[in-house]
């Protein structure tokens, strides 16, 4: 059974330390202060609602005009949703957040046409000196033809192979299975919907697609910060479809810009992947591996003719983690799951093992059982999870209740090539939360949830709709 009472909760896109550059980037804000702000938060807001209103119009147009058949109606799809959520810990005020979120696609069913994609989500707190929050993932406009294609907005450039976010302009043309383009733009802050002009990312790709759904991206992206380069890398990712059941996914950085020791320079690797043996049985694991590099620090010291040796900033230190996983079916939608994972980290050769195992889709009179538990086996390093959920629905009626027993834990602090432990005493969560369907499109969801421990004594109460138009 797919859980229907869970929150989702999108935030901005985090897969390296180059990607919270950015981000520290944008926060640094720009000379012009408050008034360029303002410009930015007008500009952009100003492009969205342009987006926007071609978005209804759209739909209008969908909606209320009889097409000629040989073109067919275009397709809104996506969903929109409120939120309440209440927060309430002994001794302190209570929080309560009102919030909304938006995530919708325009797409025409012919080959060309226009496009248009808008991800949105706002948080607004109702006491406390909290303020509120707009946060904007997506919001572009897509012009498409046979054989080429041009995006403007706020937009995500993963998936030609880089990282991060623009608020700019990207151009692709297209040869049979070969695709090449460039992107360019401003870094935004999610935060205030508006944008740092003084950091620029700007690059080019190469995508390579093959039979079945594989393809592979090659992508050169410079970020300049007021005009000197903060840091430059070359990225791969590779998608690879074998068999249903049966892909592989790769991605990689190198490193290509200045103060970096050459054997530093793979500064993120990730590798994962699963096989189906059979109907029953199937393999997963994933391979990761991350170097800490500092680039703002780098082209400051490159500025002022200095050179930077802390292995903290130029990447000596780096972790790495394994994980494996097995499943099983044993009956019907049953299975049994196992797995271990391997973390370490250079600077203290601080190895942390987990093993885990759980059982799910268990049916008992009705009801959907579902069961885990994972253990550290460092006694320095974790704890031990237990994790039930119970859960019944009747036509459009879900109900479930869940519990969480989190043991003792030690957390590792890392300071130099020394480990810091402080104890972490354990605590329970037990949660419950209800779910109806309305006409098909609407859900509404609420959520109770309540912790017990030292230091983890708290109740939560949320409350969600949400409606999906096709």
């Known amino acids: 059974m797919k859980r229907i009472g869970r929150r989702l909760v999108v935030r901005p896109p985090a897969r390296s330390t180059a990607n919270r550059g950015q981000a520290s980037s944008t926060a640094a804000g720009s000379p012009g202060g408050a008034p360029h702000r303002l410009y930015d938060r007008f500009v952009v807001n100003s492009v969205l609602a342009a987006i926007g209103a071609a978005l209804l119009a759209g739909s209008c147009a969908a909606g209320g005009q009889e097409l000629p058949a040989a073109r067919p109606t275009p397709a809104l799809t996506g969903w929109f949703s409120t939120d309440a959520y209440a927060l309430a810990v002994p001794g302190q005020d209570p929080v309560t957040t009102l919030g909304y979120q938006i995530t919708t696609t325009f797409r025409p069913k012919g080959q060309s046409g226009w496009s248009f994609d808008l991800n949105l989500r706002n948080r607004h707190y109702v006491a406390g000196n909290h303020p509120s929050t707009l946060f904007i993932y997506d919001a572009k406009a897509t012009y498409r033809a046979t054989s080429y294609e041009v995006s403007a907005g706020r937009m995500s450039i993963y998936d030609v192979g880089s990282i991060g976010t623009i608020d700019g302009v990207r151009a692709g043309y297209r040869h049979g299975s ?152 044993l009956y019907r939608s049953m299975r049994v799951y196992g797995g271990m994972s391997v973390f370490k980290r250079s600077q203290s050769d601080q190895l942390t093992r987990q093993v885990r195992i759980g059982i799910s889709g268990v049916e008992l009179a009705g009801f959907d059982i579902n069961g885990s538990y994972a253990r550290s086996l460092e006694a320095s390093a974790g704890r031990g999870v237990v994790y039930l959920s119970c859960a019944r629905s009747i036509g459009d009626f879900t109900a479930e209740v869940d519990y969480s027993n989190y043991g003792d834990a030690i957390v590792i602090t890392e300071i130099g090539t020394s480990l810091q432990l402080t104890p972490v005493p354990g605590y329970q969560i ?37 409606y999906r138009f096709r």
């Open 178 to 329: 070969l695709s090449l383009g460039g992107y360019g733009g401003v870094v935004p802050d999610f935060y205030t919907a508006a944008f740092s002009s003084d950091t620029v990312t700007a690059g080019g790709y190469v995508t390579l697609q093959s039979a079945g759904g594989s393809r592979s991206d090659v992508a050169l992206t410079e970020v300049l910060l007021r005009g000197k380069t903060e840091r430059r890398f070359l990225s791969v990712q590779n998608f690879i479809y074998a068999r249903p059941g049966t892909s592989l996914y790769q991605s990689l950085e190198y490193e290509l810009g200045p103060g970096i020791p050459g054997a530093n320079r793979l500064s993120r690797f990730l590798a994962s992947g699963g096989v189906a043996v059979n109907k029953d049985l199937s393999f997963s694991g994933s391979f990761s591996f991350g170097r800490s590099i500092d680039y703002r620090r780098l082209l400051i010291a490159a500025s002022d003719g200095g050179l930077i040796t802390d292995p903290y900033v130029i990447g000596n230190y780096y972790y790495q983690n394994f994980m494996f996983d097995v499943r099983y079916r």
């Open 430 to 466: 037990i949660g419950a939360s209800l779910s109806y369907r309305l006409a098909g499109a609407l859900t509404l969801i609420a959520e109770l949830q309540q912790a017990r421990g030292e230091g983890n004594d708290y109740r939560t109460f949320y409350v969600r709709t949400i």
